[in-house]
């Protein structure tokens, strides 16, 4: 096995060799080069990626600086607006209004003049003594009757009186505030005489006319006037309608909240929900029976809350930030336009803060400060998805920002225990967070940059060559060691055929001419034994020869037209007296209306001897064997039925190839070459014909000759040479081809 391995490489060798150096050698190098291009296309697609990525922080970042920067400018120009640095307080809640608040990134103004308490618009300046609007004091003249009513009041008691003098006083002022004030007077007079219809009368008057009107400390007279109110209700026993009134009197803080300074909101927001409370509690009977009334307290709170909020980062900016950063910007008295960056971490949150100094009338001092508080959900939820959205980034997956606490403010939240490819930081800390990407190059886009590559598909080409190149190999080593056996199979078999009748030949002549058989009849039994012998051999040598000449192309038909049926009837009996010694049962079956073919006589006797001489040689002694001739239209069959051994399914399609002996039969039977069939269907195709086999393991075989009827007119034999000269020379058809 292995021995025959070897040889067929040996004879191989040159076409090994040409592989090797033509496909194997070339393509092995060209993928080693390929692979290693591939390699560094991989780390220059990687080197790609993280670029791309570092791409992406910097646009990040400068996303968000430009964000800051262009809120930056806003307020740097508006501070040196004359409204900033005439201090004028209604211009610039006006400005803080239309201007900063627009932008999403604008969460808490401030302004701190030099030497007042920071100031928060659109609440109204804490301190500074702001109302807007001047409110005028009474000329000498009201004073006089003010003070005269005033006397009344508190010292004599006599409401009345006060009434009709403020009543007096009301029809000479002309002043919108005093207006108001008289009248908030005149109520409360009625107030003290118990007349609580009177007092609400005007209160509502006072809500409905004079709704801007302030006290003369600068509170607005509606807000106050509906606490009066809801006292007058409370004295007069309307209980109800004192519940409403304190629901008004919250609504009204709450409408009017940039109307009041911080700490004045907190005030009446707090006694205004403390009013309702304790009314709402004592006469619970009032709030079951409208339940709206509660939901809109309830509504009410949940916007004092937001407020709530508010001031708390009011207290922080005042208490945590301002002094800083005014310390910071005023350090050098100067006034200089440049801008205060400044963040601080209070509580969970980081305040960043911007902020310029305000210059006074004469641009070389400062005359206060103000600044703008960022509105960190704004970037954390907003700017920052956007941005990634936009650069194709995938969802937040593999992005992180966190602040000083290494706490994760914004992304992936599962990127903290992952190591990442970048880190970096926001220019000058502010905002003081760090920005974290991870991400490996996906698998998919690195093949589709490969599917791109040249290398690739070199790389592909090449294999698939040298693939190709092994396969032809392969297959024709195997081919080659299969001939290989069979042709050593061949020449022990042949030699065993031969060796056979030859030893029989040389004994009997040995015999024969010793002289010691006397007897005539002994004698001629040992003669035609010695013929059959010769004969045998004659036969083999006869396969053989024609075997030789069909493999080369050599071999000449001599065509006859022929009885078949006569021709037959000789062929058979003749095989079985001349050539076998051995005894069977013999059934020719002949259609008797068989007609004339054109064959050559001697091949087709070759063709039948060989076809019954496996009949014979694959079936015991005294079996069956059938001959069987039929016509069929225009086609002769000849089948040859055994009761022997069977062909293997498998076996069947390979038994017409030269030199293939069945596994079974070269068990059962020690002779035979293998070339039988071969040349009975070389023959048979050579005359037009076709020869099959239907077989059945153990049950005997049959195989079946078709020839063409010979058409007197017509010509069956193809290329006969020119003159009708009845030899032909044919080459012979599919000798190598699998019989079917
Ligand atoms: P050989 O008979 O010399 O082996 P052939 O070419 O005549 O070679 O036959 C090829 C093979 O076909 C045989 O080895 C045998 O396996 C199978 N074969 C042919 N004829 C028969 C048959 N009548 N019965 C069983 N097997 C047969």
């Known amino acids: 096995m292995l021995e025959s391995l070897k040889i067929t490489i040996r004879r191989q060798k040159k076409l090994i060799l040409i592989f090797l150096l033509t496909i194997f050698i070339p393509s092995v190098t060209l993928s080693i080069f390929g692979i290693i291009a591939l390699r560094n296309e991989r780390f220059r697609l990687e080197k790609q990626f993280r670029e791309k990525q570092s791409d992406l922080v910097n646009h990040i970042k400068s996303q968000v600086d430009g964000n800051i920067t262009e809120l930056e400018n806003e307020l740097g120009n508006l501070v040196q607006t004359p409204s900033f640095v005439n201090e004028e307080y209604k211009e610039i809640i006006r400005l803080a209004e239309n201007q900063l608040e627009k932008n999403p990134l604008a969460d808490q103004f401030f302004v701190v003049y030099n030497g007042n308490e920071p100031w928060f618009p659109p609440f109204l300046p804490e301190g500074s003594g702001y109302t807007p609007g001047p409110i005028r004091g009474f000329t000498v003249m009201e004073k006089e009757k003010s003070d005269k009513a005033e006397n009344f009041e508190f010292v004599q008691n006599n409401y009345q009186e006060a009434i009709s003098l403020l009543k007096d006083l009301l029809k000479v002022t002309e002043d919108e505030n005093l207006r108001g004030q008289i009248l908030n007077r005149i109520a409360r007079n009625y107030m003290k005489l118990n007349d609580f219809e009177a007092a609400i009368a005007v209160y509502t008057g006072i809500i409905r006319n004079f709704p801007e009107s302030r006290t003369s400390t600068g509170t607005l007279l509606p807000v106050t006037v509906r606490f009066q109110m809801v006292e007058c209700y409370m004295r007069s026993g309307k209980k109800e309608e004192a519940l409403k009134e304190s629901l008004r009197a919250f609504e009204e803080v709450m409408r009017n909240y940039h109307n009041l300074s911080e700490n004045q909101f907190s005030a009446y927001a707090s006694l205004a929900r403390e009013t309702f409370s304790n009314i709402r509690d004592e006469n619970p009977e009032i709030s079951s029976s409208d339940t709206t009334l509660i939901k809109n307290f309830e509504n009410l709170n949940i916007l004092y809350q937001k407020k709530t909020t508010e001031w708390q980062i009011i207290n922080d900016l005042k208490d945590e930030c301002i002094p800083y950063i005014n310390q910071e910007l005023m350090q050098d008295r100067g006034y200089s336009g440049n801008a205060l960056r400044y963040s601080k971490k209070i509580g969970p949150e980081d305040f960043l803060i911007i902020s310029f100094l305000i210059p006074d009338q004469t641009k070389t001092r400062a005359n206060g400060i103000a600044g703008i508080k960022l509105t960190n959900a704004f970037l954390q939820d907003s700017l920052l998805p956007d941005i990634l959205g936009n650069s194709g980034f995938e969802g937040d997956k593999g992005f992180a920002l966190s602040n000083m606490d290494g706490r994760i403010i914004a992304g992936d939240t599962a990127l903290l225990s992952k190591s990442t490819n970048i880190t970096s930081y926001f220019d000058n800390s502010f905002p003081p967070w760090r920005i974290d990407l991870t991400g490996e190059i996906t698998r998919p886009l690195l093949l589709k940059e490969f599917y791109r590559s040249f290398y690739f598909w070199t790389i592909l080409t090449m294999m698939f060559f040298l693939v190709f190149g092994i396969v032809i190999i392969g297959r024709t080593i195997a081919h080659e060691k299969e001939i290989l056996k069979l042709k050593s199979d061949f020449v ?209 075989s049959s195989f079946t000759v078709i020839l063409p009827v010979t058409d007197t007119e017509k010509d069956p034999l193809p290329n006969l040479p020119p003159g009708g000269k009845e030899s032909i020379h044919l080459f012979p058809l599919g000798g190598n081809k699998k019989g079917d």
């Not at 007897?519 to 003669?527: A, F, S």
């Not at 015991?620 to 399914?649: A, R």
């Open 492 to 700: 022990s078999s042949v030699s065993h055929e031969f060796k056979t009748p030859i030893t029989s030949i040389k004994a009997l002549t040995e015999r024969l001419l010793e002289g010691n058989v006397k007897d005539p009849k002994r004698m001629r039994e040992y003669y035609s034994e010695i013929f059959r012998d010769t004969e045998n051999l004659s036969h083999l040598v006869g396969n053989f020869l024609d075997f030789s000449k069909m493999e080369e192309g050599k071999k000449q038909y001599n065509i006859e037209e022929t009885d078949f049926k006569l021709w037959l009837e000789q062929t058979v009996p003749d095989f079985f007296s001349r050539v076998t010694l051995r005894k069977y049962n013999i059934n020719t079956k002949i259609d008797e209306t068989a007609v004339m073919v054109k064959i050559d006589r001697n091949a087709m006797k070759l063709v039948v001897n060989n076809l019954l001489d496996n009949a014979v040689k694959f079936s015991p002694e005294n079996s069956e064997i059938k001959v069987v001739l039929e016509k069929h239209g225009e086609k002769l069959l000849l089948k040859i039925k055994d009761d022997g051994i069977g062909i293997p399914k498998n076996e069947q399609a390979s038994i017409f190839e030269k030199f293939y002996r069945g596994k079974d039969a070269s068990q059962s039977s020690t002779t035979g070459t293998g070339l039988g069939l071969t040349i009975v269907k070389q023959i048979v195709e050579a005359h037009n014909g076709e020869v099959g086999v239907e077989s059945e393991p153990g049950k005997g």
